[in-house]
C-alpha cells in the first residue's frame, strides 16, 4: 500500500475516532446540565423546606397557597400562616355574608350619600352606582366581587344590618349599622375556624387591625364556593344591572380580570373566576379559582409588587403556578 493511500486511510481512523469522542463528549455534556438541573431543583425545594407538589422557580408574591378541592390537599404553601393585609379579598367575606343574609336578593337598597365622601377621598374602587340610586340587592352582590365597588360593599352591609333598631342622627344610624355588619363578618370569620383573620371595614380598605392569613382566606373562598349564588357570581367576567332611576339603561359591569380574560386559558385547564384585591400596605392580591384536567382548585396569593395600574404580577404567579399542575 502506498503512503499516500496510508495516511488518507490513518486520516479517515482519526476523523472517526474524533467523531465518536465529540459524541461522547456531548452526551456526556447533557448528562451533566441534566444533574445540574436536577440539583439546583433539589436546593430550591430544600431552602424552601415545603413537602409541596408544586414548587415554582421563582413568584412575585410574597404569601401564597394552592389546594385541590377534591381532597383538600395543599399543593404549594408560601408563608401561607404569616399575617398579611387582604384589601379587596375581603369582599369575599362581605359577598357571602350578605348572600346568607338576605331571603331575597330581589330586594331593592338605596344607596345613602353619606357613604360616599370617605371612600372618594381613600381613594376606594368603584362599582359605578350613584348616591340615593335605588339598586337590586344582586346587583350589588355583582358590583362588589366583578369591579370590586366599595360603595355596593358599604351599602349592602347597611342594608343587612338595617333590622337592628337604631336611634339618633342619620350620620350615627350609617355608622352603627356597618360596624354592626363588621361584627357578623367576624363572628362568621370564627364560626369557619378563621383563627387569625380580624376585620374592621366590609371593603378591605387599609386599617392596621383589619388582617388574616392565606390559610384563613383559603378556607374562606373554599366555603363560599359552595355556595351556588356566590359561585355564578365569583365566574362572571360581565354583567349588565336592572335599570334604575339614576340609570335607565342599568350598566354594565365588569371583572378586574375582563382585561386578562386572553391570559385565564391554562396548558390543561382554565381560571374559572377570580376577586383581585391592592393597597399600598397589602400589594397585589388575587383569589382565582380553577379547573384543570377537570379538577377543580383554589389559589390564594398575597404581596405581590406593583398596583392597580402595573403589570399584573398576581395573575402571572397564578397561571405559572397552575400550569405546573
Not at 206 to 231: G, M, P, V, W
Request: aromatic share 8%; net charge negative; with cysteine.
Amino acid at each position: 500500500m502506498s503512503n499516500t493511500k496510508k495516511k488518507k486511510k490513518r486520516s479517515s481512523i482519526k476523523g472517526l475516532i474524533l467523531l465518536i469522542i465529540t459524541i461522547l463528549l456531548l452526551a456526556d455534556w447533557e448528562g451533566v446540565l441534566q444533574q445540574m438541573d436536577l440539583a439546583a431543583n433539589r436546593w430550591f425545594q430544600n431552602t424552601r423546606n415545603t413537602p409541596d407538589a408544586i414548587v415554582p422557580y421563582e413568584l412575585y408574591s410574597s404569601n401564597a397557597k394552592l389546594v385541590r378541592l377534591a381532597d383538600n390537599e395543599a399543593l404549594l404553601n408560601v408563608n401561607s400562616e404569616e399575617k398579611i393585609y387582604p384589601a379587596s379579598l375581603t369582599k369575599i367575606m362581605t359577598a357571602i355574608l350578605a348572600i346568607e343574609s338576605l331571603s331575597n336578593l330581589e330586594e331593592t337598597v338605596q344607596l345613602r350619600a353619606e357613604i360616599f365622601p370617605p371612600l372618594v377621598s381613600e381613594g376606594a374602587a368603584m362599582a359605578g352606582f350613584l348616591p340615593h340610586e335605588d339598586v337590586k340587592a344582586i346587583d350589588l352582590l355583582y358590583g362588589i366581587l366583578l369591579p370590586s365597588g366599595a360603595e355596593a360593599s358599604v351599602a349592602l352591609a347597611q342594608f343587612v344590618s338595617s333590622s337592628e333598631e337604631t336611634s339618633g342622627a342619620l350620620e350615627q344610624f350609617v355608622s352603627s349599622s356597618e360596624e354592626q355588619f363588621v361584627a357578623q363578618m367576624n363572628k362568621k370569620a370564627a364560626e369557619l375556624g378563621m383563627r387569625n383573620t380580624h376585620f374592621t371595614n366590609p371593603t378591605g380598605l387599609h386599617d392596621e387591625e383589619h388582617y388574616s392569613t392565606i390559610d384563613d382566606l383559603t378556607i374562606l373562598l373554599k366555603y363560599a364556593l359552595r355556595n351556588k349564588q356566590f359561585k355564578e357570581i365569583f365566574t362572571t367576567t360581565r354583567y349588565s344591572t336592572s335599570a334604575s332611576s339614576l340609570h335607565p339603561d342599568g350598566i354594565t359591569i365588569y371583572s378586574t380580570l375582563a382585561d386578562q380574560s386572553d391570559q385565564m386559558k391554562l396548558a390543561n385547564g382554565e381560571i374559572k373566576g377570580g376577586k383581585t384585591g391592592y393597597t399600598e400596605r397589602a400589594g397585589l392580591c388575587l383569589a382565582t379559582y380553577a379547573v384543570i384536567s377537570g379538577e377543580e382548585y383554589i389559589l390564594i396569593t398575597a404581596g405581590a409588587d406593583g398596583n392597580a395600574h402595573s403589570e399584573p404580577h398576581h395573575l402571572q404567579d397564578a397561571i405559572q403556578i397552575y400550569n405546573l399542575i
